[in-house]
């Protein structure tokens, strides 16, 4: 006979545990304590089990009946009720451990050992802090909880204190780390996929940098007064004459350095583009390179960080120089080395635009092109960093600069 919520409430307590039956292995426990417990009896493969459904009148009558018919749709597929129960919590257990946070750091994890496709540690560091801003938004939810509506509201905190770059490159970076948590079977969709074009678009700004001949030299002659501390002169004056980008340069070590080849190889894991870039040096280069080597010598970083010789110099450190000479950031930065050559080269006439875009180290979405061009252009890169640093020279001296010949060379 079916039970009533009536003899349920009416059931009186006794000396024993004892049952209340209801119907298709349904019933309900009676303890002495007087709390009233609801199970269910199946039997699968010949052996008879129990499964619980929680305390009456928590789990009222319905409710109980309704959790034991989802049971018998299991038995019924072919399943195990209480195997069933048991990956439910395991699995609510791992999407609860599963936060933003948690994810991000190890899809950022991911991201630095990724083969040809890993970040470079400049990359990586700056990826990291940027997601990091989400820490306190929503860092702590478990990821599948996350609504768009949430990480709109997490990433406009950035916004709204005028960083509109760093909004729109963590609103990327935090689609990623949600598009790896779909493909990683913790995530059915990237809830960011609809928020782009919600956030203010930033005005593009270009990193300053001196490129008319007359203010090149009047910038090395500023580099060669600097008074201030002697590792950061000698990156500022290394830096127009290998013209690579500033992490490169700070992150140099002198076991990538061979000067008795006059060659800089830096390698993949520190390139833009995860390939490696071999830097040829000229006298002038050289004779910077051998002077900063009789003080640091020959091991670790060629250009170490004030504190530890163990860590490169801070990335804002030759930038913080330059504004120390008088130079406002619209008008020269670090990264200006690299368009100042690229500009002086190509208005030069005398090298070839794929030897000057191989300096560079841009990249060639051609791979049998890229692969031609890197070794046809070697001899014209060696030639062109001396005539470079010769011409660095001359205007340092203050000599005029006629207009280049229209002469290409290669």
Not at 93 to 121: H, I, M
Not at 128 to 141: A, F, H, N, P, R
Not at 264 to 274: D, G, H, L, V
Not at 364 to 393: C, F, I
Request: proline share 4%; glycine share 6%; aromatic share 8%.
């Amino acid at each position: 006979m079916a039970l009533t919520d009536i003899a349920i409430r009416r059931a009186r307590t006794r000396d024993k545990a004892y049952k209340l039956y209801d119907e298709l292995g349904l019933f309900l426990i009676v303890a002495p304590s007087g709390s009233r417990l609801w199970r269910m009896r199946f039997k699968r493969h010949g052996i008879e089990k129990k499964l619980s459904f929680g305390s009456y009148p928590d789990i009222s009558l319905r409710d109980a009946r309704k959790l034991r018919d989802d049971a018998r749709d299991l038995l019924a597929e072919g399943k195990d009720p209480v195997l069933e129960r048991q990956r439910e919590k395991l699995r609510g257990e791992a999407l609860a451990e599963n936060t933003f946070t948690r994810v991000a750091q190890e899809y950022c994890s991911k991201r630095r050992r990724d083969g040809d496709r890993a970040w470079a540690p400049s990359t990586a560091a700056r990826c990291e802090y940027l997601l990091s801003l989400l820490d306190t938004s929503i860092g702590k939810m478990p990821i599948h909880e996350i609504e768009p509506i949430d990480a709109l509201a997490a990433i406009r905190k950035i916004e709204k204190r005028g960083k509109l770059e760093s909004a729109r490159r963590t609103l990327q970076l935090a689609g990623a780390v949600f598009r790896y948590a779909v493909a990683t079977a913790r995530l059915k969709s990237d809830p960011t996929r609809d928020l782009r074009g919600a956030l203010l678009t930033p005005t593009v700004t270009h990193y300053g940098a001196v490129t008319e001949a007359k203010d090149v030299g009047k910038l090395l002659r500023a580099i060669d007064a600097y008074e201030g501390q002697g590792m950061t002169k000698w990156a500022l004056q290394l830096a127009p004459h290998v013209f690579v980008r500033p992490g490169e340069l700070r992150h140099a070590r002198w076991e990538e350095i061979d000067l008795d080849i006059a060659v800089w190889t830096i390698p993949a894991e520190k390139m833009k583009m995860r390939k490696p870039h071999h830097v040829p040096l000229s006298t002038q280069s050289i004779d910077i390179l051998l002077e900063i080597r009789s003080i640091t010598g020959s091991n670790g970083y060629v250009f170490p960080s004030m504190r530890s010789r163990t860590r490169p110099m801070s990335d804002n450190t030759l930038n913080a120089a330059l504004r120390r000479l008088g130079y406002a950031s619209n008008e020269m930065t670090a990264h200006g080395f690299r368009a100042m050559a690229s500009t002086l080269l190509n208005e030069s006439g005398q090298w070839s635009y794929d030897a000057i875009e191989r300096a560079l180290a841009h990249g060639d979405t051609d791979k049998v092109r890229a692969a031609y061009h890197r070794g046809t252009h070697w001899k014209e890169r060696v030639a062109m960093a001396q005539w470079w640093s010769n011409l660095l020279d001359s205007l340092r001296s203050g000599a005029t600069i006629l207009p280049f010949p229209g002469v290409r060379v290669g």
